[in-house]
């Protein structure tokens, strides 16, 4: 079956950097869109960024544009999420998703596929 595994969440000061990996399986995700969203307790989750696999086209949200990165890596079917200069606002909990959407979704109803999610705590 289709699995999204998240890894690199962890606690950081403000300024610092952390890089989320998702491992993804279970299919071909050839064309598929990959995307990162983030839930803060008691907020509703959000878009983060996207990327279309193996095309390289990206999204972003405008709150971490500039500061996050979004990347692939077919050969390992894995989906980055590189983060610089956090803020203590960054803080949630971090979704890999996959979607077959034809477009760079920013809605989380157009996903197919979730993973478990990271923690990611910044501290001021």
């Known amino acids: 079956q289709v699995q999204l595994v998240e890894s690199g969440g962890g606690l950081v000061q403000a300024g610092g950097s952390l890089r989320l990996a998702c491992a993804a399986s279970?299919?071909?995700?050839?064309?598929?869109?990959m995307g990162w969203f983030r839930q803060a307790p008691g907020k509703e989750r959000e878009f983060v960024a996207a990327?279309?696999?193996?095309?390289?086209?990206?999204r972003y949200a405008d709150s971490v544009k500039g500061r996050f990165t979004i990347s692939g890596d077919n050969a390992k079917n894995t989906v980055y999420l590189q983060m610089n200069s956090l803020k203590p606002e960054d803080t949630a909990v971090y979704y890999c998703a996959a979607s077959s959407s034809v477009v760079l979704s920013t809605h989380s109803g157009q996903y197919d596929y979730w993973g478990q999610g990271t923690q990611v705590t910044v501290s001021s």
């Open positions: 990327i279309r696999w193996g095309i390289g086209s990206t």
């Open positions: 279970g299919r071909r995700f050839s064309g598929y869109i």
